[in-house]
């Protein structure tokens, strides 16, 4: 292999700058290695045997954060069947009660499909989920704080965005011209691929949302949830403040 660049670390740095996930990847597993050999250390030095039963602590025993969304382990058409119900008994038994909750589409819905979705059913948008649909992307989230769902999303995907995304092809363009690694040539090929046809899609009308928090009374919500591109209207179990999860279009 070629002696690296000296400038092949500096972008190298940036590129990790942009994508944090692979350094909270990396320092993770450091973390979780570490882990493993205290426990290891800590059992030899009291004579426990690996066989031996553990009992859990308070804190490991204690209840996670309220999460409305698909849990792991269930089915995922289980998961919707249930909610649906809960729904419909939930509308029949308070309708008048003004809840939040969160709908999933069926599909990436454009910005001016999901304003006219909003405008016509007659709910309150909270929080925006969206995603651009290609493999490196994560979900995101953006809170309307009373702007319209255009204005919201605007923020979220229009020019800084893609601007960012720019500037993050260039990066990964530079590290191509001095990596001699085929490992990590591939991924970057590939991402720089995905940031091109990324930007590309931003620069059109994109279907980029596919779920969206809404609040409105359960009589609205249960009307909502027969609607034919609405995937589920998925409402909080429990009195603990909910964190909300839409259905990606792709799950299946």
Do not use: C
Not at 38 to 43: E, G, K, P
Not at 187 to 206: F, N, T
């Amino acid at each position: 292999m070629r002696d690296i660049p000296p400038n092949f670390v500096d972008r190298s740095k940036g590129y990790l700058r942009a994508h944090p996930e692979v350094t909270m990847f990396a320092v993770g597993a450091l973390i979780f290695s570490a882990g493993l050999i205290t426990v290891f250390l800590t059992r030899a030095g009291s004579g426990d045997s690996p066989s031996q039963e553990q009992r859990p602590s308070v804190a490991a025993a204690g209840t996670a954060p309220a999460r409305t969304g698909p849990q792991g382990g269930e089915p995922l058409d289980s998961y919707i069947s249930r909610k649906r119900t809960l729904l419909t008994q939930s509308a029949a038994t308070q309708p008048r009660r003004v809840v939040q909750a969160v709908i999933s589409f069926d599909s990436y819905r454009k910005v001016g499909d999901v304003a006219n979705f909003i405008r016509s059913n007659k709910v309150e948008a909270l929080v925006i989920h969206w995603r651009i649909p290609l493999p490196i992307f994560e979900p995101m989230q953006a809170p309307t704080s009373g702007r319209s769902v255009t204005e919201t999303v605007a923020d979220a995907i229009g020019p800084q965005r893609i601007a960012e995304l720019t500037a993050e092809l260039k990066e990964l363009e530079s590290l191509l011209r001095d990596v001699d690694d085929p490992d990590f040539e591939a991924v970057y090929r590939e991402d720089a691929e995905s940031h091109r046809k990324a930007i590309a899609l931003l620069k059109s009308d994109p279907g980029v949302i596919f779920a969206v928090v809404v609040k409105a009374q359960l009589s609205q919500l249960a009307k909502v949830g027969l609607v034919s591109d609405v995937r589920l209207v998925d409402l909080p179990e429990g009195p603990a403040p909910p964190e909300f999860v839409g259905i990606l279009p792709e799950q299946l």
